[in-house]
């Protein structure tokens, strides 16, 4: 089975802080997405990755930045966390012929 | 630019009901997958079924069944016979098939919330 963890199931943190959040995927999946999940809103597409190193701006990239530097791991940062920035925070991670994609558990990040 | 349209925000039924969630999409490509995904309560998404835009067959799985319909640009999700277990908010997604490219996006409804009362 695919496993897809996720650093934390919740966080709170402060505004202003620079928040890690941390995802690893276990099955050498090329490519790995970050989204955030708001009431009324459904998931959005923050950033996405579909090799080491490499990165791509998904539909709400704004406040966000993410790193890869191993194939297994793709972190999401808040560079100065702002309480709009409260929500639920999901990893995914897929190969390019499988197009479905598998998530991790989630982060509830609370920005205070 | 995709779309996915969910238009229940909310459905609730009573356990042994039969259920359908609709979606409707909105897209460009002639290649295209469709997806379901449930999250219950626990909050991680499960992948529940994919389907090409080549493939029209409807699809079963137990109780879970799926309608597939090119002319209104549809994909609707039933469940027959409900269950307490089926609580869960249910996600339809689209992602377009690049060629060549390994970076598919998905792009989701806003979810169905359904709640089965025993």
């Known amino acids: 089975d695919v496993k897809v963890t996720q650093s934390s199931r919740y966080l709170v943190k402060r505004t202003g802080e620079k928040v890690f959040l941390e995802c690893v995927q276990d099955m050498d999946h090329e490519n790995m997405f970050w989204y955030r999940q708001d009431p009324g809103l459904g998931l959005r597409l923050i950033y996405f990755s579909y090799d080491v190193k490499m990165k791509e701006k998904g539909d709400i990239p704004e406040g966000y930045s993410v790193s890869r530097e191993k194939k297994e791991r793709f972190s999401l940062i808040l560079e100065s966390a702002s309480t709009n920035q409260t929500s639920m925070y999901l990893c995914?991670?897929?190969?390019?012929?499988?197009?479905?994609?598998?998530f991790g558990p989630g982060t509830r990040l609370t920005v205070t | 630019a995709q779309k996915v349209t969910q238009a229940q925000t909310e459905i609730s039924v009573v356990e042994k009901e039969d259920v359908t969630l609709d979606c409707v999409y909105e897209t460009r490509d002639t290649t295209y997958y469709l997806f379901w995904y449930k999250q219950p309560p626990s909050g991680e998404l499960v992948f529940l079924i994919r389907r090409n835009s080549f493939d029209e067959q409807n699809e079963i799985s137990g109780r879970y069944s799926w309608n597939f319909q090119k002319s209104t640009s549809s994909f609707n999700f039933t469940i027959t016979a409900s269950q307490v277990v089926d609580s869960a908010v249910y996600f339809c997604a689209l992602s377009e098939a690049r060629s060549g490219g390994s970076n598919y996006k998905l792009t989701f409804g806003k979810g169905t919330l359904l709640t089965v009362n025993p």
């Open positions: 995914a991670s897929t190969t390019p012929w499988a197009y479905e994609q598998y």
